[in-house]
């Protein structure tokens, strides 16, 4: 990225022969892009990062489509970019939402789609792996029930690039692709969305007529060439290799499930190879996360993107685990991760719930 951060410094939308020269390396990421994707380059929209591109697969195209129709579907489980998309436009703008439930495991059922959608519905979207305890969703399956039915279908995959098998955006079955670079080791604030030509949601940005009009600003030329780069680069095969991450998953597991009051919510199949989550009766997360950060261990209690947030997991609830979603642990592995890292978690980890049941019990008798 650092030639693109002082060399190649104009703005891809001047006319100015730095600004040409700028706009020329932005198309050529773009190009670099789609063929990567598979994919047009015109299909390709250079965005923020996830929460940037969830919002603008909803808003735009609820508000293209809603002379159509104003029912949307989600499930119970997807990230708050989405959750929040979609509780504004049922609070605010009349639409009318229809939140699928899931199983014990966290996953949505065809047949719930299926039953849930009417002549009246234009929107669904269903991520494909969960961000809080792995579980990777049939969206395959779904996408094709809502193509079946002419139905737009989002999925907002951003836990899926770098971690599981991607070829090309056909596996998704999806009209919009929502995805964010730092989660394969990109840049923090680069990501992207796939817009199936022709469709053309309506901007949620105003000003200039970047991005092909749909997504207005000076374009990030630095930002995006790092996507592009780490798509190229750890993608095709994921970079969180998965044979090393299951073996590790496979001994933390075998370690917290011997722990009394702690309950594994990761499936143990369908489910994120370096994603493992469980419950602690009798703590709390922030607690919890203390503990472990004491001990220099950098776990999450729910989603990374709500860090600090006393509110309970909206996805353990789903999974009806509500005496237990204030005390959710998430350890994340990655492809930097080392089985002396894992065996280190393992011999702390038993005296960091302990201390931390303690203190869940001091805290009841107040």
């Given at each position: 990225m650092l030639p693109f951060l002082g060399e190649f410094w104009g703005n891809p939308s001047s006319v100015h022969h730095v600004g040409r020269k700028a706009r020329a390396l932005l198309d050529d990421a773009r190009d670099r892009a789609a063929k990567f994707l598979g994919a047009k380059p015109s299909e390709i929209i250079f965005t923020?990062?996830?929460?940037e591109s969830n919002n603008l697969a909803i808003f735009g195209t609820s508000r293209l489509l809603k002379a159509k129709g104003k029912h949307l579907i989600t499930s119970a489980v997807e990230h708050d970019a989405v959750l929040r998309s979609f509780d504004y436009l049922e609070k605010k703008e009349g639409f009318e939402v229809t939140r699928l439930p899931v199983n014990a495991e966290g996953?949505?059922?065809?047949?719930?789609?299926?039953?849930?959608?009417?002549?009246?519905?234009?929107?669904?979207?269903?991520?494909?792996?969960?961000?809080?305890?792995?579980?990777?969703?049939?969206?395959?399956?779904?996408g094709a029930i809502c193509r079946d039915r002419e139905?737009?279908?989002?999925?907002?995959?951003?836990?899926?690039?770098?971690?599981?098998?991607?070829?090309?955006?056909?596996?998704?079955?999806?009209?919009l692709v929502s995805a964010c670079a730092h989660k394969f080791h990109g840049p923090k604030g680069a990501g992207f969305l796939y817009i199936k030509s022709p469709l053309h949601p309506d901007p949620v940005f105003?000003?200039?007529?970047?991005?092909?009009?749909?997504?207005?600003g000076t374009e990030n030329l630095a930002a995006s060439v790092g996507l592009v780069s780490a798509l190229e680069k750890f993608v095709k095969p994921p970079v969180f290799e998965w044979e090393k991450l299951k073996l590790f998953s496979a001994k933390l597991l075998a370690a917290v499930e011997k722990i009394e009051g702690c309950e594994i919510v990761s499936p143990r199949e369908n489910s994120l190879a370096n994603t493992i989550s469980f419950v602690v009766r009798g703590a709390d997360g922030i607690t919890?996360?203390?503990?472990?950060?004491?001990?220099?261990?950098?776990?999450?209690?729910?989603?990374?993107?709500?860090?600090?947030?006393?509110?309970?997991?909206?996805?353990?609830?789903?999974?009806?685990?509500?005496?237990?979603?204030?005390?959710?642990?998430?350890?994340?592995?990655g492809r930097d991760s080392t089985i002396e890292e894992v065996d280190f978690v393992i011999?702390?980890?038993?005296?960091?719930?302990?201390?931390?049941?303690?203190?869940?019990?001091?805290?009841?008798?107040?």
């Amino acid at each position: 990225m650092l030639p693109f951060l002082g060399e190649f410094w104009g703005n891809p939308s001047s006319v100015h022969h730095v600004g040409r020269k700028a706009r020329a390396l932005l198309d050529d990421a773009r190009d670099r892009a789609a063929k990567f994707l598979g994919a047009k380059p015109s299909e390709i929209i250079f965005t923020s990062g996830g929460t940037e591109s969830n919002n603008l697969a909803i808003f735009g195209t609820s508000r293209l489509l809603k002379a159509k129709g104003k029912h949307l579907i989600t499930s119970a489980v997807e990230h708050d970019a989405v959750l929040r998309s979609f509780d504004y436009l049922e609070k605010k703008e009349g639409f009318e939402v229809t939140r699928l439930p899931v199983n014990a495991e966290g996953r949505v059922a065809p047949d719930d789609l299926k039953k849930a959608i009417r002549a009246d519905t234009t929107l669904v979207s269903i991520m494909a792996a969960n961000n809080e305890i792995g579980t990777i969703q049939p969206v395959a399956q779904l996408g094709a029930i809502c193509r079946d039915r002419e139905i737009i279908f989002h999925s907002d995959t951003v836990q899926w690039f770098g971690k599981e098998p991607f070829e090309n955006f056909g596996q998704f079955n999806a009209d919009l692709v929502s995805a964010c670079a730092h989660k394969f080791h990109g840049p923090k604030g680069a990501g992207f969305l796939y817009i199936k030509s022709p469709l053309h949601p309506d901007p949620v940005f105003f000003g200039g007529g970047h991005e092909n009009e749909r997504r207005a600003g000076t374009e990030n030329l630095a930002a995006s060439v790092g996507l592009v780069s780490a798509l190229e680069k750890f993608v095709k095969p994921p970079v969180f290799e998965w044979e090393k991450l299951k073996l590790f998953s496979a001994k933390l597991l075998a370690a917290v499930e011997k722990i009394e009051g702690c309950e594994i919510v990761s499936p143990r199949e369908n489910s994120l190879a370096n994603t493992i989550s469980f419950v602690v009766r009798g703590a709390d997360g922030i607690t919890l996360m203390a503990g472990l950060d004491m001990e220099g261990i950098c776990a999450s209690s729910g989603s990374a993107c709500s860090a600090g947030s006393l509110e309970p997991s909206h996805v353990i609830l789903s999974i009806g685990k509500s005496e237990s979603a204030n005390s959710l642990v998430r350890f994340s592995l990655g492809r930097d991760s080392t089985i002396e890292e894992v065996d280190f978690v393992i011999s702390v980890l038993p005296e960091v719930i302990s201390r931390a049941q303690l203190a869940g019990k001091a805290t009841s008798r107040l």
